[in-house]
């Protein structure tokens, strides 16, 4: 099977079918699509080729693994928010590393203390990337889209076919319910 012979099915189209035979090829075919996608959000994070293309290896196999656990309704906007999850881990793996090893080079005789402010911001990434995951699914996408994807109403509406009186109800209260989980969370952690 090539891309290209089926590149008039829908992604929705393709999905369906992998979830229906399990066969792998629909979801190449699907993968294939995104691959510059996939490439580009990693590189925006990364900043390294080499480890933007390992990344987007990782991605593949996070996908295959993943998709049957999630009930996905845009496959493009889910598989962005997977790939820029994996390029934040990523990150902060990188991170984490670097002040290991400097805490390790300055102070060998002594334990390595965690940079606070880091792992605070680490933990309040962490919370907010699952508090996204509780929203329901109209304001999860129209928030994905609009904050990180930087698309206007306009286009969200046409993405969506939601109306964009709807769209902006869904951005308000996405955004007010994220804050009202994430302070939830953070005061839970503390208490």
Known sequence: MKGKAFADMTDTQLLKRYQQDGDQQWMGILLE??????LGVCMKYLKNEEEARDCVQQIYLKVLTDIN???VTYFK?????????ESLMRLRNRQNKQVKELQDEHHPHQPAQPNGELLEQETTLSLLEESIQE????QRLSVSLFYLQKMSYQQISDRTG???LQVKSYIQNGKRNLRLMLERKLKDRTT
């Open 77 to 85: 906007s889910w598989l962005y928010m997977v790939a820029k999850n």
């Open 69 to 71: 656990k999630h009930q």
């Open 135 to 138: 929203l329901n699914e109209e």
């Open 162 to 164: 939601f109306s964009l």
């Open 33 to 38: 699509r995104y691959t510059l996608l996939l």
